[in-house]
């Protein structure tokens, strides 16, 4: 009974891979029951464009059409597959300074989404999961250090939390991505740890939800995003998590399962929600979307879908965790 709550596709994102239509067709064939479906919201200015987008010919208003189209084909799919796979249709927003809490807004208002994930891929506006140059660009202006820019970063991620509210966060501590040691403790720094109890108390508080997503392992860290000691944490605070792949391709359905699965379990967490379409609804902004309970025990279960998951990971990590010290792969 695998399941995510994070995915992209080539079709509608120039830095992933193949259609949406054959991303679902994969998550089906892997036996998935719920896949939610979580474009990148555009951008509302030129100059947050990648580079891939400008080599396109890439506008804010090309972004929002490709988002219209998205969102459409969405919802053909859902109704398409809905005997095979439960689909939810969702954005993965992306607060780069405060001016996006109307953007994300409008989006919200004009589609009606079943789901949202909040995330965080800028500080000082500047990307910090594109790649190392970036990075430092925006740990400079921060003043020098890993830990300052951390500490920016949990900051700039408390102003997306208190504005939008997401009821799934993605990827908390991405920012750990390319700094110097992407595994080391956050612990050891007293800001920064502050910060993200603090964060994690707010999210608890509203009933928002911690994504454990397994594309740290796939770009060659040791632990899912977050951390095992944020998790831990949560977890003390009474907070939920739902599992993702964070895929940006059919090669990363499902990729690190059974390692994410195992973690999750070794951490001490023994459920996790899976959203579906039902009639309890979870939070009163997206009416029909539930929240089930799944014993981690449970998934273990199911070794065939792991025993996949392991294949597909011996056969790209090394290629995926080469590219992504030159170059970030964005979305996380």
Known sequence: MPFSHHSHSGQFCLHAKDSLEAVVK???????????????????????????EIEAGKTTDSLLETF???????????????????????????WIRPSSKQVIGSLSKKYGFDTVIGSVHHVHSIPTDFDRETYE??????????????????????????????????????????????????KKHDAVWSRISRNLSFISSYGGMLEVNSAALRKGMSEPYPQGEICQEFSKMNGDFVLSDDSHGVSQVGFGFKRTVEFVEEIGVKT???????LVTRDARFPGVSGRPVPVKDLEKNHAFFQAQRTVADSSSCELHTRIIHRRIPGG
């Not at 809905?82 to 992306?94: F, K």
């Not at 949990?154 to 009821?167: G, H, I, N, T, W």
């Open 137 to 186: 660009k925006a740990r400079d202006i921060s003043g020098g250090t890993d830990e300052k820019l951390y500490a920016d970063y949990y900051d700039a991620q408390l102003k997306m939390l208190e504005a939008v509210k997401p009821p799934i966060v993605g990827h908390f501590d991405v920012i750990r991505l390319l700094s110097d040691n992407p595994n080391a403790s956050m």
């Open 272 to 278: 996790l929600i899976v959203l579906t379409r039902g």
């Open 26 to 52: 994969t998550a089906i064939s892997k036996g998935m029951e719920t896949l939610v479906l979580t474009e990148h919201m555009p951008r509302d200015q030129e100059t947050d464009l990648y580079p891939e």
């Open 68 to 94: 219209d189209e998205y969102y459409k084909e969405a919802r053909r799919l859902q109704s398409s597959y809905s005997l095979q796979i439960d689909i939810l249709v969702g954005v993965e927003t992306d």
